[in-house]
């Protein structure tokens, strides 16, 4: 009896490692959706710009973009909190996580790139 207990044990233990290396998967695709999101918010800053950038008074244009890319801002900032929290809380047994400098380069890079969008859309 104790063997077969001892098998299912070990059986139990190598599901929530595998349990583990799914959900730290899932919140590497989580952090890569967030960035498409940010992505996307400044896109349509851009696009808001292009399309209404004639309209007078121009600052109505500027300060409706400028709020998408803000948006973007607060996505890759939340985005990678979470995925650096959910880091330090799986232990990964088999999958290789993204590194967690790797994971601030990506938002901090996009994070810098957003306001240096706004910056040109408010000098246009």
């Not at 290396?21 to 695709?29: G, K, M, N, V, W």
């Not at 121009?58 to 400028?66: C, G, H, L, R």
């Not at 601030?104 to 706004?118: N, P």
Request: aromatic share 8%; glycine share 6%.
């Amino acid at each position: 009896m104790t063997n077969k207990d001892d098998d299912n044990n070990d059986l139990a233990h190598e599901r929530t490692k595998w349990a583990e290396d799914r959900t730290l998967l899932a919140s590497e695709r989580t952090f890569s959706s967030w960035m498409g999101t940010g992505l996307g918010s400044l896109g349509l800053a851009v696009g808001m710009q292009a399309v209404f950038g004639a309209m007078e008074p121009t600052w109505v244009a500027k300060s409706a973009a400028t709020i998408f890319v803000l948006i973007a801002v607060m996505l890759f900032v939340s985005a990678l909190r979470n995925a650096q929290e959910t880091l330090k809380r799986l232990n990964s047994s088999s999958a290789e996580p993204i590194s967690s400098n790797n994971l601030s380069i990506i938002a901090y890079s996009l994070t810098v790139g957003a306001l240096g969008a706004c910056i040109v859309l408010w000098m246009i």
